[in-house]
């Protein structure tokens, strides 16, 4: 027998969320756990002490049939979650671009999980839609970004240009929208040019657009590895002349192996005397700007047509949030609108919506945290701390510099240290000696990885393993950029010793 509408209702108190009370309680404990765990996160091993596969072995491989109370999942987040987690707050996490949340970065996204605003057209989420025009123009100002830049918000710089390419693409005029890249004659092979140094993203981006890996031109560095603007220009003229159409140079303002700048003023003629689309992926670096006496790695952006920043690199936001700059949202919007019926609303006209920017419909609130951070440290407050950053950065060069058994490997414009080990034996090949250092370097990182007490990472540069040391942290002081270098020098001894035995 069905049951009567008096049932039902009865039935449905006990469905529906946590209680409020409940809610409460639990909030109230897990805050004053992050609190614990940032206070001592010190304490902890930076990288994940485990094995591959140790997790899975210890979750349930089925889900539970029934809810279990909080205390119980909030006891498994300490037993099973925490030790396999390696510690991106960590204040000697130095790996990739050390990066660091916040408190009011935490609150925000907090907030934020509660809101769980869908952001895609005005009506679903002004607040979202308008904070974030204002919070991305406010972050212009502090950057020293010209007014004609508007800001929009993705989740990775990956995808922020990813949607720089494709508005790039879209005005080159050639109904790709429409009709697409496959199969037409009418089409020469599209070219973008980004240097050898440049990021994987740019590459993915142009294999996800459909260009295929061959549109990208690869051009050649400096001894400092900047794109030569010489070679560039030389590459547009031959693959003009080959029939192909040059339409996107992607400059890079701190790249991912070095933090090195394109000399983005040479640029910038070339890009104009072509009609090119000029992008700029200051994903790491251009949160730099924001301190008064750096502006200048910014120089020439003023005429680029776009240029992306992650704050989740380096203004202190919680992953995830990438900014994209683009002086043509038009091109953007013609690449990717699309209003079916039932997302069509009377205000359309007169106001922005998130899902005509790019492939996302819904989009998280995002500007929240960041409103938030801006207004909590201050554009002086924000400056400050990148500044410190840099000043530990060029200090632990200082040691390395001055110490006769390693080198540091490339220019400190920033946060981020390139160096390794270099210590001399006498009558090595220069082979030998090369495959000896990289094995050496590569050694020493592991063991240094290997201790948890810090958190480095490699590149290589003109074929040499280098070790990568790169501050980004707000809980990073002197004191834990001395302790890993005391830890490096003492695993270079170490290796001395061993080889000695
Ligand atoms: N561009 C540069 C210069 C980077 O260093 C990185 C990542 O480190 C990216 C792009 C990609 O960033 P995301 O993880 O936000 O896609």
Not at 222 to 237: G, P, S, T, V
Not at 474 to 483: D, I, M, P, S, W
Request: a negative charge; aromatic letters at 8%.
């Amino acid at each position: 027998m069905s049951d009567s509408p008096k049932s039902a209702e009865s039935k449905n108190s006990d469905l529906g969320d946590m209680s409020t009370d409940e809610f409460r309680r639990f909030g109230h404990e897990i805050v004053d756990w992050i609190a614990d765990y940032l206070e001592h996160i010190d304490d902890l091993p930076v990288l994940a002490q485990v094995e591959p596969g140790d997790l899975k072995a210890r979750l349930p491989a089925s889900p539970p049939e029934k809810g279990e109370p909080m205390e119980t999942i909030l006891a498994d987040v300490d037993r099973l979650i925490l030790p396999a987690l390696t510690h991106w707050s960590h204040p000697s996490f130095f790996a990739y671009f050390a990066t660091s949340t916040s408190a009011p970065g935490i609150f925000g996204e907090l907030l934020s999980a509660a809101f769980d605003v869908k952001s895609m057209l005005w009506r679903t989420s002004p607040a979202s839609t308008e904070l974030e025009e204002v919070v991305l123009d406010w972050l212009r100002q502090m950057m020293g970004l010209d007014a004609g830049m508007s800001g929009f918000i993705y989740d990775t710089a990956s995808v922020s240009s990813m949607h720089a390419i494709a508005a790039a693409r879209e005005g080159v005029e050639m109904r790709i929208r429409e009709e697409g890249m496959s199969g037409r004659q009418d089409l020469p092979l599209l070219r973008v040019y980004a240097s050898e140094q440049a990021h994987s993203s740019i590459e993915k981006g142009i294999i996800t657009l459909g260009l295929g890996q061959r549109a990208l031109r690869k051009i050649p560095t400096d001894q400092h590895f900047r794109m030569r603007a010489d070679l560039l220009a030389e590459a547009i003229k031959e693959d003009k002349q080959n029939g192909f159409l040059p339409f996107c140079i992607v400059a890079t303002v701190g790249t991912t192996s070095t933090s090195s700048v394109d000399p983005i003023p040479e640029i910038i003629p070339i890009g104009e005397e072509h009609a090119m689309w000029l992008h700029v992926d200051a994903a790491y670096a251009g949160s730099a700007a924001v301190v008064p006496e750096m502006r200048d790695i910014l120089k020439g952006c003023d005429r680029a047509d776009s240029l992306v920043l992650n704050p989740h690199k380096w203004l202190f936001t919680p992953f995830d949030l990438s900014v994209l700059y683009c002086r043509h949202m038009d091109l953007l919007r013609r690449a990717f609108s699309l209003v079916p019926e039932y997302l069509r609303t009377p205000e359309q006209d007169k106001v922005r919506s998130g899902s005509d920017y790019g492939v996302q419909l819904g989009r998280r609130f995002r500007a929240l945290k960041l409103w938030m951070i801006i207004r909590y440290f201050g554009h002086e407050g924000l400056a400050a701390r990148i500044r410190e950053h840099c000043r530990l950065a060029q200090l632990f060069a200082s040691w390395v510099e001055a110490s006769p058994d390693w080198e540091v490997k490339a220019p400190v414009p920033f946060a981020l240290v390139c160096f390794r080990a270099c210590p001399e034996l006498t009558g090595e090949t220069s082979e030998a000696r090369a495959r000896r250092l990289d094995l050496l370097n590569e050694s020493i990182m592991h063991a240094v990885n290997a201790s948890g007490k810090a958190f480095l990472s490699h590149t290589k540069l003109n074929d040499e393993l280098v070790l990568r040391l790169s501050i980004g942290n707000l809980r990073t002081t002197e004191k834990h950029v001395r302790a890993v270098w005391d830890l490096l020098t003492r695993e270079l001894q170490r290796s001395h010793s061993d080889a000695a035995k």
